[in-house]
């Protein structure tokens, strides 16, 4: 008759649903949460200084500022886990955010903030000066890059799948409704009633931008998509430490 088990067969079980936190407990990560924390403080000096130019509620109506409300929250969240050493925010919660700023990154400096581009705003606007100035930058350019880095190489790769890809695009496909609906709703004529040229059926008709909408969502599922092949080969921010020896290591310490 053979011996009974010992309970501890010398390894780490794999795809038995075991989360690695029960193998290694996550570690505090001083340096990531202050990065996250500043990313966060970034997004809501930019918000707060648009607040105060601007009508809330139209400040309110941007995907600029509605993506960085949302870096805003999950970045501070994701800051105060690594700093009490606690679990990470869901990847697929994680890499949406990131996507969400990097297309708001992405469309203006290549669409809205250039010259040649047919949905240029450049000459509606004007150059951005002062404190105007210092929020475009952080909400344009500061938050999505820093973002994108943190992703890159402060977060742990994995987790995501496919059907992530387009789970995102409900967002953007919200924000399209709306934005028709918002300018349906609006007296002909009432500023900011469309608040990006691409959406603004006064000039495109609903034929136009619903072909607008249709290239702008390829776009950004193909910018989804890479981030789900990216996250594939990225490599991880540092080494796990398994707190049980590998078998043949020696005995269990």
């Known amino acids: 008759m053979a011996a009974p088990s010992s309970g501890f067969s010398g390894h780490v079980p794999s795809e038995t649903g075991v989360p690695p936190e029960a193998v290694s407990p996550p570690a505090r990560r001083p340096f990531a949460a202050v990065f996250r924390a500043l990313i966060s403080l970034a997004a809501i000096t930019g918000i707060v200084i648009n607040l ?21 929250a999950v970045f501070a969240l994701s800051a105060w886990r690594a700093w009490k050493g606690r679990a990470p925010l869901p990847p697929w919660v994680t890499t949406g955010t990131v996507l969400f700023i990097s297309i708001t990154g992405l469309v203006y400096h290549l ?35 820093a973002a994108a880095v943190d992703w890159l190489f402060l977060t742990r790769p994995g987790g995501l799948r496919l059907r992530h890809a387009g789970l995102w695009l409900l967002y953007p496909l919200a924000y399209l409704a709306f934005c028709l609906l918002r300018g349906a ?18 000039q495109h008709g609903y034929a136009g931008v619903l072909g607008n909408a249709v ?18 080969i990225r490599p991880a921010p540092g080494p796990r430490k398994n707190r049980i020896s590998s078998p043949g290591a020696g005995p269990l310490k």
Do not use: K
């Open 52 to 72: 105060c130019l601007a009508s809330p509620l139209r400040v309110l109506s941007y995907f600029t500022i509605q993506s960085n409300l949302i870096v805003a």
């Open 111 to 145: 669409l809205l903030a250039n010259a040649s581009s047919d949905f240029s705003m450049t000459d509606q606007v004007g150059p951005m000066t002062g404190w105007r100035g210092v929020s475009n930058e952080l909400l344009h350019t500061v938050t999505p890059l």
């Open 185 to 202: 709703l609006m007296s002909p004529g009432s500023e900011a009633r469309y608040p990006y040229p691409f959406v603004d059926v006064e």
């Open 215 to 232: 290239v702008l969502g390829l776009c950004f599922y193909a910018l989804a998509l890479a981030f789900v092949g990216l996250d594939r």
